[in-house]
């Protein structure tokens, strides 16, 4: 990554500065608190999830390895953007490096492109229990399931490989002010000397092709699911039957909503902060918030976190 000075900037600065959310230093101080106590929560939340399924016999079943792996994924989630935010609120320059800010937008992203990739699994393993009860054991074995969850991860990380290593050899010029609390890659695309719209097309296709497919096939499994479970005869079968799917749909919801509503806000100024506010919402909040849903309406892990946080 190459950086040219411009007469108005200065040869000192060793890297991008994020603007994050510019307050007197009263407010910056109250937002570290904030955000440390958010972090720490969410690493509580997802922390004892895990280690619920790792200690719960009764947990060592497709569905519940999913959601183990899914919480590891949201604390690495929240802390690749989360504890330099920390550092930012606290600091007088808000500086991150060179490598730093490329670092951070490769494991943002893939770990986003993760989660989809991972709630689309989830999403098929809820249709095989529920439309295919019967074959579901034989159809959802331990080789299986791991498998999946391998391919998940590799999938997620491979998606967005690319596109960093050309932006790594790009030149920078100009403020290198990051209107953002990390490296998103619309201003950091901006600060370049040369504007490159093939880059802005890579990512504007590569971003939303993931989350549009994997998307569909998440409505699909659960359009099987309706259908299936509105043949069961019994309230009360049908009850259990969307019980299960949910907590869930409700994390899906949450995720694809707001994707939905960053990538819908317009380019101006307005749009920008609110992209900053989504961002904000679906990878900080949403991590805090996916141990409470999962664990409300689950008895079975209600039960094994009761047995955990007892030990």
């Known amino acids: 990554m190459k950086i040219s000075n411009t007469p108005n900037t200065s040869s000192a600065i060793t890297g991008f500065i994020l603007l994050g959310f510019p307050c007197p230093r009263e407010g910056q101080i109250l937002l570290f608190v904030l955000f ?7 690493l509580m939340g997802n922390g004892s999830i895990i280690c619920a399924v790792c200690w ?9 390895i999913l959601l183990a792996n899914f919480s590891f994924l949201e604390i690495w989630y929240v802390t690749s953007t989360v504890p330099n935010m920390l550092a930012n609120f606290l600091s007088d320059t808000k500086l991150i490096s060179f490598s730093g800010c490329l670092l951070q937008f490769y494991f943002f992203f893939s770990l986003g492109s993760t989660e989809s990739f991972f709630l689309a699994i989830m999403a098929f393993d809820r249709y095989l229990a529920i439309c295919q009860p019967l074959h579901y054991p034989t159809l959802m074995t331990g080789r299986l399931c791991t498998n999946l969850v391998i391919s998940c991860w590799v999938l997620g990380f491979l998606w967005f490989l690319i596109p960093v290593i050309i932006i790594s050899q790009m030149s920078f010029c100009g403020s290198r002010v990051i209107d953002h609390f990390l490296c998103d890659p619309g201003p950091l695309l901006a600060l370049t000397c040369e504007k490159a719209p093939v880059m802005e097309l890579v990512f504007s296709t590569l971003s939303p092709i993931p989350l549009i497919i994997l998307f569909l096939f998440i409505m699909g499994s659960y359009a099987l699911v309706i259908k299936a479970v509105l043949k069961v005869p019994s309230a009360a079968g049908q009850r259990k039957a969307f019980s299960t799917c949910g907590s869930h749909l409700t994390v899906v919801s949450l995720f694809y909503g707001s994707v939905v509503v960053m990538y819908g806000s317009p380019a101006s100024e307005h749009g920008a902060r609110m992209q900053v506010t989504v961002t904000l919402f679906y990878s900080v909040v949403t991590p805090l918030l996916n141990p409470i849903i999962y664990s409300l309406r689950n008895k079975d892990m209600k039960k094994a976190l009761k047995k955990f946080l007892r030990l």
């Open 36 to 42: 440390s106590a958010v972090y720490l929560l969410t």
């Open 56 to 64: 719960d016999q009764r947990l060592h079943t497709p569905m519940y």
